[in-house]
């Protein structure tokens, strides 16, 4: 990562902080680490991301409909999935600063790939042979503990009323999918949904990551926005290549430029993929992974049928021919899509001497859309009229009312949380019955008429 990039991320940080977008977890208890809250700004943000997915998922397909599984599951399902066995990272510790590290971190730093499927003995082996190369990113040093697999799964103490050990833990949900899969048979037999066809579906997810250090980009508790496509095998890799333009189209839509989107093909697949792209962006810490875009064949509905002992085919009502749909899946973090809209924002510009930093959303996202201001608040005439503007507005849109400090302080502040308009009331309004609007990225002030500034923001916003 350059120092430019690492300088952007840090700006990123602090303005979410210090403008209530994210705040670090339990900060006055000295903080919780990898687990993020969302403030006043942030969780207007979030929600923004997730209507425009649930509405290009659900609202505008007829082929897909939602879903609201619970985090808690039965065991059996991590087992059937191949969490208990499989869902594990390779873990070192710094022998100096007992820093937990991932091992395929470590090698990707000095260029060597490591393959997730590897096993704990293969993964050892490659970090033997290229130990002398690798340093400790925290502390410098180089002397590392043995490599262990780390299962990310993480357990509560939730039924173990029995203290058997050999009873599995209940798990916190480490993924938002096998909730799809395991109500794969209540949707068909309740919903009139015929093959091909999808399940979306937008959840809180955990998983025990060993190196969480990129803000809200790799966090223990994160939310899920997936989507589960369930198809006949003959129809996968056609259904695929739909899928993968849609979601490269979306994130367009969304606002990300173009040229800081790529596809990461993955070379090495699990035994039971047909394929697997991720969408990449372009953080400040470089190119990765945004979304998954996976082929999945039928290993997701023939494991959950064979731990069940239910049948979890299809029957084509056409054909009559019974199989086990295949499924392809889109599957993306809300915390790393909102890192991506606040990257893709964030602007710096010259305005005379000074520096504005002004985040650019699109308008839809925008956490507030409209911020309304008395010239000044000590006057009662203008407070009032402006809190009469503020409620002409706030049955549509997202306002907020500010009337601290000078006019520029205000601007700034509207300027660095996003706002696309801030309306002001000041004596004239109270004659010409008029306000000025002035536009976040052109800065230009109009004015309007009280009476036409629903019609404005109709067409604008
Ligand atoms: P990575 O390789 O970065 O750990 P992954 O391949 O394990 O990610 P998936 O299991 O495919 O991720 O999860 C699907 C999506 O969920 C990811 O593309 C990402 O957007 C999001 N995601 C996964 N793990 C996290 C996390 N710890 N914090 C935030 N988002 C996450």
Redesign the pocket.
């Known amino acids: 990562m350059t120092d430019k990039n690492n300088d952007k991320m840090e700006k990123i940080v602090s303005l979410c902080k210090r403008r209530g977008f994210v705040y670090p977890s339990s900060e006055i208890y000295g903080g919780f680490q990898?687990v993020y809250d969302y403030g006043p700004y942030g969780v207007e943000l979030e929600n923004a991301v997730k209507k425009e997915w649930w509405k290009e998922m659900v609202q505008l397909r007829e082929d897909i409909v939602g879903l609201d599984s619970a985090i808690f599951m039965n065991p059996k399902i991590w087992e059937a999935s191949g969490h208990v066995a499989g869902f594990s990272?390779p873990l070192t510790e710094c022998k100096s600063c007992h820093a937990r590290l991932r091992i395929d971190h470590l090698l990707e730093e000095i260029g060597v790939t490591a393959d997730?499927k590897m096993t704990e003995e293969e993964i050892n082996k490659v970090f033997d042979k290229n130990i002398d190369k690798i340093v400790c990113p925290i502390c410098g040093k180089k002397s590392f503990t043995k490599g262990k697999k780390f299962n990310l799964l993480v357990k509560s103490n939730l039924g173990n009323i029995t203290e058997d050990p050999k009873e599995p833990p209940v798990y916190l949900r480490?993924?938002t999918c096998q909730g799809i899969y395991v109500n794969f048979k209540n949707v068909v037999d309740s919903v009139r949904v015929k093959l091909p066809f999808g399940i979306a579906q937008i959840g809180k997810?955990f998983?025990n990551?060993i190196t969480?250090r990129q803000f809200?980009?790799?966090?223990?508790e994160?939310?899920?926005m997936?989507m589960q496509y369930f198809t006949s095998p003959d129809d996968e890799m056609k259904e695929y290549e739909e899928l993968r333009k849609a979601r490269w189209n979306y994130y367009l839509k969304l606002g990300l430029s173009e040229k800081n989107l790529k596809w990461h093909k993955h070379e090495k697949l699990v035994f039971y993929a047909k394929a697997a792209y991720?969408i990449e962006y372009n953080f400040p810490f470089g190119f990765?992974?945004?979304?998954?875009v996976?082929a999945r064949g039928d290993y997701d509905l023939t494991q959950h049928s064979k731990f069940s002992g239910k049948d979890l085919s299809y029957t084509n009502p056409k054909t009559n021919e019974k199989f086990i749909p295949h499924i392809i899946e889109s599957?993306?973090?809300?915390?790393?899509?909102v890192l991506a809209v606040l990257t893709e924002a964030y602007t710096e510009e010259k305005v005379g001497d000074e520096t504005r930093v002004v985040m650019k959303f699109p308008k839809n996202l925008a956490p507030v859309k409209i911020a309304v201001f008395p010239l000044l608040k000590n006057k009662p005439e203008l407070v009032e009229k402006a809190h009469e503007i503020f409620d002409t507005l706030k049955e549509d849109y997202m306002c907020e009312f500010d009337d601290n400090g000078n006019i520029g302080k205000r601007y700034r502040r509207q300027d660095e949380i996003g706002t696309p308009y801030c309306v002001t009331i000041d004596f004239d309004t109270l004659s010409d019955k008029a306000v000025t609007v002035r536009d976040r990225d052109t800065m230009k002030q109009e004015r309007i008429k009280t009476t036409d500034l629903k019609e404005f923001f109709g067409k604008s916003l």
């Open positions: 990898a990272d997730e480490g993924e997810a998983r990551e969480a809200i980009f790799r966090t223990r994160f939310e899920q997936e991720d990765s992974e945004l979304e998954g996976h599957s993306v973090g809300i915390g790393r899509t």
